[in-house]
């Protein structure tokens, strides 16, 4: 199997909004351990854990990821959310609006890949 470019934060790194990571990560696979729900219970924000072109790649990761069930009953729970990067439209947004927005998220993606490049 191929390996990609597979990014393991293991808890390190800041989070980052669904939004943000479909930006950063466009038509990859993202796997998020996700930190926050929106009101309808949909996963919002998390920390990217990996991300490859090869949804098998993604998958490995998260096997070796803990299992619920392997975890003390008093510790928190980790969800995970395994999903292709691809631009979403908002509820009471025109598709224009997520349009635009998602190419203004995209800039900032870039940027802030830059930025992490530079000593």
């Known amino acids: 199997m191929a390996v990609y470019d597979v990014v ?3 808890g390190v790194g800041a989070d980052l909004t669904l939004d943000e990571a479909i930006a950063r990560y466009y ?9 926050a729900f929106d009101s309808r219970q ?5 920390v990217v854990l ?12 998260l096997c070796r990821q803990p299992a619920n069930a392997s975890l003390p009953p008093d510790a928190p729970r980790q969800p995970y959310y395994t999903f292709n990067a691809s631009p ?3 509820v009471g947004e025109s598709y224009e609006q997520a349009k635009r927005r998602f190419a203004a998220q ?3 993606a870039k940027e802030s890949r830059r930025a992490e490049r530079q000593p």
């Open 8 to 10: 393991e934060t293991a």
């Open 27 to 35: 038509g990859e696979w993202v796997l998020m351990r996700i930190t």
């Open 42 to 46: 949909a996963p919002a924000k998390g």
């Open 50 to 61: 990996a991300h490859s072109p090869d949804r098998d790649v993604v998958s490995d990761v």
């Open 88 to 90: 979403r439209v908002h």
């Open 106 to 108: 995209c800039e900032q």
